[in-house]
């Protein structure tokens, strides 16, 4: 699946390569030229980013999230899920292997959902590696506001739904 | 073929922003490195290392289809399907464009960013990314389904289905707000 993800992109890469070579060439050079260097220059983001993350994650109290975000735990539990998804390093896996550790551990499966959707919507790290580096400050800002309602709105829906 | 060379922003490799990751990591690994020893310092570190060796390759393709889609995506189109006045359409189509798009956030920041330069609405391009982040199948696929199994990430997925629009909506309202512009000056 990660070789299938790797290999759709330079697919999409190569083509678009060769559409920007027949406009001309020295449309895909300068094009070529900038998005490597768009990629050097957010090597040391990234670097830190990914690096870091194993050790953030190694000091967090698994156990203890997994108390905090019970299935009675309420608009409270919600709160702090949503929270806690906002201070969960942003790798590709702590957020989901925490949210499974605390639905094992007796948390409800609505703060789960409301635990990772705030992950992966606004994770700290993700937000200030990623995102950041790359678009504009205010606008990332106002994405973040308008994303607060939504792993409030979605753990609702679960709960609403009865499901999963 | 005569439009003006796009404005991308300049992009430093080190900001505030990253300073803060650096210290924040710097403070943990030295923390793991006391509390639990050279052993487990180095292992995070190996698996770490590994991780970033593996994500370089699909780094450097986002950064060129975000470069190429900048100059090839006729901005007509863009402004048309996604621009400030596509409405509730742009907002449908950009959740349907977060969907599909694969990768990380590595690929979709860039193309993001590339779209916002070429003339797409706020509420579009938020609920792009907010579409990426809860409904994008590459994550879904190979990190959520192995840790929660099928039946949540189905049903998860179905809950989170309209929230990008609703993200969308609300961007555009609070950015009509607080005048803020896609160009967005800092």
Redesign the interface.
């Known amino acids: 699946m990660n070789l299938f993800v790797d290999l759709l992109l330079w697919a999409i890469a190569i083509v678009l390569a060769v559409i920007a070579g027949r406009r001309s060439h020295t449309l895909l050079r300068t094009s070529t030229r900038e998005g490597v260097m768009d990629c050097v220059r957010l090597i040391p983001r990234i670097m830190l980013g990914v690096i870091g993350a194993g050790y953030i994650a190694a000091l967090l109290p698994q156990e203890t999230v997994g108390r905090w975000l019970g299935a009675d735990s309420g608009f409270a539990g919600l709160a702090i899920a949503t929270l806690g998804g906002f201070v969960t390093p942003g790798g590709p896996v702590i957020g989901f292997s925490i949210g499974v550790a605390a639905l094992k551990g007796g948390a409800g499966a609505p703060q789960v959902i409301a635990y990772t959707t705030a992950w992966a919507l606004f994770a700290f790290q993700r937000l200030f590696i990623w995102e950041l580096g790359v678009m504009p400050p205010r606008l990332v800002w106002l994405r973040v506001a308008a994303s607060l309602p939504i792993p409030f709105l979605a753990a609702l829906g679960a709960m609403l739904i009865g499901r999963p | 073929?005569s439009e003006p060379p796009l404005q991308?922003?300049p992009?430093?490799?080190?900001d505030w922003?990253?300073a803060?990751?650096?210290v924040?990591?710097i403070g943990?690994?030295i923390?793991?490195y006391v509390?639990?020893g050279q052993t487990?310092f180095l292992e995070?570190?190996v698996?770490?290392?590994a991780?970033?060796l593996?994500?370089?390759?699909?780094?450097?393709?986002?950064?060129?289809?975000?470069?190429?889609?900048?100059?090839?995506m006729p901005r007509e189109t863009v402004l048309r399907w996604v621009g400030a006045e596509s409405g509730f359409m742009g907002l449908i189509i950009a959740t349907m464009a977060g969907i599909i798009v694969?990768?990380?956030?590595?690929?979709v920041?860039?193309i993001?960013?590339a779209f916002?330069a070429i003339g797409a609405g706020?509420g579009p391009?938020?609920a792009f990314?907010?579409s990426w982040?809860?409904l994008g199948y590459?994550?879904a696929?190979?990190?959520?389904l192995p840790?929660?199994g099928p039946?949540?990430v189905?049903?998860?997925s179905l809950?989170?289905l309209p929230?990008p629009i609703?993200?969308?909506l609300?961007?555009r309202s609070?950015?009509g707000l607080?005048g803020?512009r896609?160009?967005?000056?800092?």
């Open positions: 073929m991308r922003r992009r430093r490799s080190l922003s990253t803060f990751i650096a924040t990591v943990a690994a923390a793991v509390r639990d487990r995070i570190l698996s770490d290392v991780l970033f593996d994500i370089l390759p699909k780094v450097l393709a986002a950064c060129l289809i975000a470069s190429f889609v900048a100059v090839l694969p990768g990380g956030p590595i690929t920041f860039p993001a960013a916002l706020i391009t938020i990314v907010t982040t809860l590459g994550r696929l190979i990190w959520e840790f929660f039946e949540f189905v049903w998860r809950i989170a929230l609703v993200a969308g609300l961007a609070l950015a607080f803020v896609p160009g967005g000056g800092t």
